[in-house]
């Protein structure tokens, strides 16, 4: 499948310079981001509050804008973003059928009924005012709001929050049978092993760690990547000093040409770690 939505090279920022502002510091959370949404994926984000979960979600959505890189949506991509914060605005004076129909105008009532059923929302739950519901079935009216428009990415921050073990298996079998994308940022993760295809760590970003490889705020898998193991053994012979006299006594290239490669393999290794503008 092609692409849904995409980001390259993605670093961001809070508390930019301005013209009125130029003294004011930057504070970064996401480096190098590089992410790939495709269709009948779904993705999970772990990390520690501050590595920049929902801000990654939120430069998905485009409530926030890059410092740099690309964030690619796919022409007629519809996205939907589930939020503690929405649940909470829900009128509590309404019901949950109500609320579906004023978000889908025209649906039919039986049809409402059924897509509410599926989220177990059945029978005289949808019915009954929110404030009579739980806190789990309110995030469950929400679920049913933003899925009756069938968009093609799911975004969810925290949506397990409320939720008890059966209401967490019931939304993890919706996202299985969920045709497009899911990207959930969690702290639960025996939810997201139990959900995602693929999981990420984001790690916080740390000025003074920034020359670690793999370093800090970079989204990363828990296997290298290719280039990864590339720049590693290409720097390898070079690290240590038996190694470095080892590769000198064995190659029987001119002087000339060990230098050239040995430049060559640091540059990328100093390129990759520093990024290319910094190397």
């Known amino acids: 499948f092609n692409p849904l939505v995409s980001l390259e090279n993605v670093c961001f920022a809070y508390d930019t ?4 502002t130029p003294d004011t510091p930057l504070r970064p959370v996401l480096c190098n981001v590089n992410l790939t949404l495709r269709q009948g994926v779904c993705v999970g984000l772990v990390g520690p509050n501050g590595s920049g979960k929902t801000t990654l979600l939120r430069l998905l959505l485009g409530e926030l804008q890059a410092n740099y890189g690309a ?23 309404d019901t949950a059928l109500k609320l579906l129909c004023e978000t889908a105008p025209g649906i039919a ?12 929302l ?11 519901l739980s806190g789990g079935q309110r995030s469950r009216v929400y679920f049913a709001l933003i899925t009756v428009h069938h968009p093609a990415v799911l975004v969810l921050d925290e949506p397990t929050n409320h939720l008890d073990y059966d209401s967490q298996d019931a939304l993890s079998i919706a996202l299985h049978e969920f045709t497009g994308c899911v990207i959930i940022a969690s702290h639960n993760q025996s939810f997201l092993q139990q959900t995602c295809t693929e999981l990420y760590s984001l790690e916080p970003y740390v000025q003074e760690q920034k020359l670690q490889f793999n370093r800090r705020g970079k989204l990363v898998k828990a296997e290298r990547t290719a280039r990864e193991e590339s720049v ?24 000339e040409i060990k230098a050239e490669q040995m430049a060559e393999a640091l540059n990328d290794y100093c390129t990759y770690v520093l990024g290319d503008d910094e190397a």
Not at 232 to 249: C, D, H, K, V, Y
Request: proline residues 5%.
């Open 71 to 93: 964030v690619t949506l796919q022409t007629g991509v519809t996205m939907s973003y589930f939020s503690q914060v929405f649940v909470d605005r829900l009128n509590l004076n």
């Open 109 to 120: 009532e039986l049809e409402a009924r059924k897509h509410l059923g599926s989220f177990g």
């Open 122 to 132: 059945g029978g005289n739950l949808a019915l009954q005012p929110l404030q009579l």
């Open 17 to 20: 310079p301005s013209a009125d």
């Open 232 to 255: 590693l053994q290409s720097i390898e012979p070079f690290t240590r000093g038996n190694s470095l006299m080892q590769w000198l006594a064995d190659s029987d290239e001119p002087a």
